[in-house]
């Protein structure tokens, strides 16, 4: 904060290109505080460069030079990933290169910044290659979303069927890395105009993560199931499957009353 209202530039920029830095301020807490941190570096740098075009002395005609165009995200993207490289992995080992990395793409999917987060995910992806592991079922299912989100729907079916098929493969057909992966694919076809294959897809997703919830997996909490449930509903009724749709969204009330009570605002 104090880098940014002393418009003291390039420390701020060594600051949030330290993949270190990235990881401490990335979290729920401070998340807006870091984008505002972004958004003020990429306009004070560029304000800063016109001021010092400014007090260069005219040109041949008389005129001021144009400033120097401004700097873009990607510029600072690119500082950051070549910090990331020669960043030692954390104590604990859960830190690494390949993990900062996908921090910040978590960040710049976050900022609705999709492109951005798409250029550090595929370098990741493509480092990975055929690779069936864990991390890179994280790193596909992440970039399949962040090229959806672009509209490039084909690529992005094929890279999430490619996380589907190896989380499948690793862990199982029931888990919440399934259910959320069968949930961007239905969004993705939704989107596409395909309610037909959409519908398929969320009944998938419900029946996922309610086998996850009765595993005991954390992230398969009732609201996940709900909202999965209302995806659900809101494509019957784009069918006009109206008894479908209903039994969805009783299903989904009978969830929520009972986690936050009848008289409660969401219910």
Same mark, same amino acid.
């Given at each position: 904060? /104090?880098?940014?209202?002393?418009?003291?530039?390039?420390?701020?920029?060594?600051?949030?290109?330290?993949?270190?830095?990235?990881?401490?301020?990335?979290? $729920?807490?401070?998340?807006?505080?870091?984008?505002?941190?972004? #958004?003020?570096?990429?306009?004070?740098?560029?304000?800063?460069?016109?001021?010092?075009?400014?007090?260069?002395?005219?040109?041949?005609?008389?005129?001021?030079?144009?400033?120097?165009?401004?700097?873009?995200?990607?510029?600072?993207?690119? $500082?950051?990933?070549?910090? /990331?490289?020669?960043?030692?992995?954390?104590?604990?080992?859960?830190?690494?290169?390949?993990?900062?990395?996908?921090?910040?793409?978590?960040?710049?999917?976050? /900022?609705? @910044?999709?492109?951005?987060?798409?250029?550090?995910?595929?370098?990741?992806?493509?480092?990975?290659?055929?690779?069936?592991?864990?991390?890179?079922?994280?790193?596909?299912?992440?970039?399949?979303?962040?090229?959806?989100? @672009?509209?490039?729907?084909?690529?992005?079916?094929?890279?999430?069927?490619?996380?589907?098929?190896?989380? @499948?493969?690793?862990?199982?057909?029931?888990?919440?890395?399934?259910?959320?992966?069968?949930?961007?694919?239905?969004?993705?076809?939704?989107? !596409?105009?395909?309610? #037909?294959?959409?519908? @398929?897809?969320?009944?998938?997703?419900?029946?996922?993560? !309610?086998?996850?919830?009765?595993?005991?997996?954390?992230?398969?909490?009732?609201?996940?199931?709900?909202?999965?449930?209302?995806?659900?509903?809101?494509?019957?009724?784009?069918?006009?499957?109206?008894?479908?749709?209903?039994?969805?969204?009783?299903?989904?009330?009978?969830?929520?009353?009972?986690?936050?009570?009848?008289?409660?605002?969401?219910?």
């Amino acid at each position: 904060w /104090a880098l940014r209202e002393g418009g003291e530039w390039h420390a701020l920029r060594c600051h949030l290109t330290d993949p270190r830095v990235h990881a401490l301020l990335w979290n $729920e807490d401070t998340q807006t505080d870091l984008h505002n941190m972004w #958004e003020a570096l990429l306009k004070g740098e560029q304000q800063l460069a016109s001021s010092r075009a400014a007090l260069n002395l005219p040109g041949p005609n008389g005129l001021p030079p144009p400033p120097p165009p401004m700097r873009r995200r990607r510029d600072v993207i690119a $500082e950051y990933d070549a910090q /990331a490289d020669l960043a030692l992995p954390s104590a604990d080992g859960v830190l690494t290169p390949d993990v900062y990395k996908e921090l910040l793409a978590d960040y710049l999917t976050w /900022a609705n @910044q999709p492109g951005e987060a798409a250029f550090i995910l595929r370098m990741l992806s493509d480092a990975k290659g055929d690779a069936a592991d864990l991390a890179a079922v994280s790193v596909n299912f992440k970039l399949g979303r962040a090229l959806s989100r @672009q509209g490039l729907h084909l690529e992005a079916e094929e890279t999430l069927r490619r996380a589907l098929a190896a989380e @499948q493969l690793l862990v199982g057909a029931e888990t919440p890395m399934v259910a959320e992966i069968v949930s961007e694919l239905c969004k993705l076809k939704r989107g !596409e105009g395909d309610v #037909e294959q959409a519908g @398929q897809l969320a009944a998938h997703a419900v029946s996922v993560w !309610e086998a996850a919830e009765a595993a005991g997996y954390e992230e398969a909490d009732v609201k996940t199931l709900v909202a999965a449930l209302v995806t659900l509903a809101e494509i019957c009724e784009m069918l006009n499957r109206t008894t479908a749709a209903e039994a969805a969204y009783e299903r989904a009330l009978e969830r929520l009353e009972y986690m936050l009570g009848p008289d409660h605002p969401e219910v």
